[in-house]
Nanobody, 125 residues
Framework: QVQLVESGGGLVQAGASLRLTCAAS????????MGWFRQAPGKEREFVAA????????YYAEFVKGRFTISRDNAKNTVYLQMNSLKPEDTAVYFC??????????????????WGQGTQVTVSS
């Protein structure tokens, strides 16, 4: 059983940056591809970014390309989401997730086996 805990959210102004962290425990972190998703108020959860077990393949939603960067540190059992040039429409709860399909990046939620509780990101205009 893998436990995921997100941190690093907060309230920022448009144009600012935040780095989200997802710490994993209870399993072998390098056995999982990792993803970030988000859910805005009144909307369905949507894919943001994913990374394979070794960090060699990355996949981003179109709306974050060039602004967000996903990375991981297997020695620290941690995955990151660096978010730059934040916009008010980025306001959401951000979730990290772990997928045992470790060699692929995917935006398909059922592929993810474990989910964190989320961290709130609020971007003011």
């Amino acid at each position: 059983q893998v436990q995921l805990v997100e941190s690093g959210g907060g309230l920022v102004q448009a144009g600012a940056s935040l780095r989200l962290t997802c710490a994993a425990s209870g399993g072998t972190f390098s056995n999982y591809a990792m993803g970030w998703f988000r859910q805005a108020p009144g909307k369905e959860r949507e894919f943001v970014a994913a990374i394979t077990w070794n960090g060699n393949n990355l996949y981003y939603a179109e709306f974050v390309k060039g602004r967000f960067t996903i990375s991981r540190d297997n020695a620290k059992n941690t995955v990151y989401l660096q978010m730059n040039s934040l916009k008010p429409e980025d306001t959401a709860v951000y979730f990290c997730a772990a997928s045992s399909v470790l060699h692929r990046t995917t935006n398909w939620e059922p592929a993810y086996d474990y989910w964190g509780q989320g961290t709130q990101v609020t971007v003011s205009s």
